[in-house]
């Protein structure tokens, strides 16, 4: 059986899209996503996103890391996908229901819901204070833990930190009290509504760009006047992200590209 797939990005975060919602679906498991996503020996992404039939939006989008984990949410993925459509689109998650919206062929906004900020929405393995966290690792400060759709740690540091990201944010990960697991960002305040921002995701690592680390860090800059108004501008190595959080919803805007098109033999991953 050949399957179709899509190649794209969301400032350098790679996904390969499978469109399961017509046609016979790809046998998928955690072995398969694994092999999938493996860049030597497969397609080669951060994520695999599969687009399924759903009874409470237009489409459904689940989204599984290269380790073959599945994630609940991921605000790059959302524009490629609003993109791909072509027009306004809802999309059920299983971190739920987000709308995007195309504002050309190559940029779309994407209304990631309501941030939370209780332990037990992180989900933490205790109940603690969240703003910041009690505990740290290594020489960091305190984090501050928030849910956008995924769990997020993110620790406000000075400039020479960011760069010991992939040396700190795996023990941070480790640590049993995410026993969900938890996407670590490093951030830097570098104006009055800009930050420069470090993600080490989930089930990935270390990532060109992630949207809802860009959405968490950006509301918690404002939560707690690190920065002076919103929009915020999210600064990563991928690129630039919008992010507005006037206390409600949180709204990303940024790119999306289409990288190419091809098909591939099941039992070359099964």
């Given at each position: 059986m050949r399957a179709p797939f899509i190649k794209m990005h969301g400032l350098g975060n790679d996904f390969?899209?499978?469109?399961?919602?017509?046609?016979?679906?790809?046998?998928?498991?955690?072995?398969?996503?694994?092999?999938?996503?493996?860049?030597?020996?497969?397609?080669?992404?951060?994520?695999?996103?599969?687009?399924?039939?759903?009874?409470?939006?237009?489409?459904?989008?689940?989204?599984?890391?290269?380790?073959g984990d599945e994630a609940r949410a991921c605000g790059n993925a959302a524009r490629a996908v609003c993109l791909l459509q072509g027009c306004d689109v809802s999309i059920e998650t299983a971190g739920g229901l987000i709308h995007a919206r195309a504002l050309d062929d190559a940029a779309a906004e994407v209304d990631m819901g309501r941030p939370r900020f209780a332990w037990d929405d992180i989900p933490l393995g205790y109940a603690m204070d969240t703003q910041p966290m009690p505990i740290t690792w290594h020489d960091l400060p305190g984090p501050f833990a928030v849910n956008v759709g995924n769990p997020h740690a993110v620790f406000f540091v000075d400039p020479p930190t960011l760069d010991r990201l992939g040396e700190l944010a795996p023990a941070v990960q480790a640590d049993p009290v995410f026993h969900e697991g938890v996407n670590v960002s490093f951030a830097h305040v570098a104006g009055p509504a800009t930050l420069n921002l470090r993600v080490w995701e989930r089930g990935a690592g270390a990532t060109l760009a992630c949207g809802t680390a860009a959405c968490a860090a950006a509301v918690l800059a404002l939560r707690h006047k690190r920065l002076v108004s919103s929009p915020v501008t999210v600064q990563q190595p991928g690129g630039d992200l919008r992010i507005a959080w006037t206390g409600d919803t949180v709204l990303m805007t940024g790119a999306a590209r289409e990288t190419f098109r091809g098909t591939f033999d099941t039992r070359d991953f099964a």
């Open positions: 390969v899209i499978l469109d399961q919602r017509s046609g016979p679906p790809v046998p998928l498991n955690g072995g398969m996503v694994q092999a999938l996503c493996h860049r030597t020996t497969g397609i080669g992404c951060d994520q695999l996103i599969v687009l399924e039939p759903s009874s409470a939006a237009d489409l459904r989008m689940r989204i599984f890391n290269a380790d």
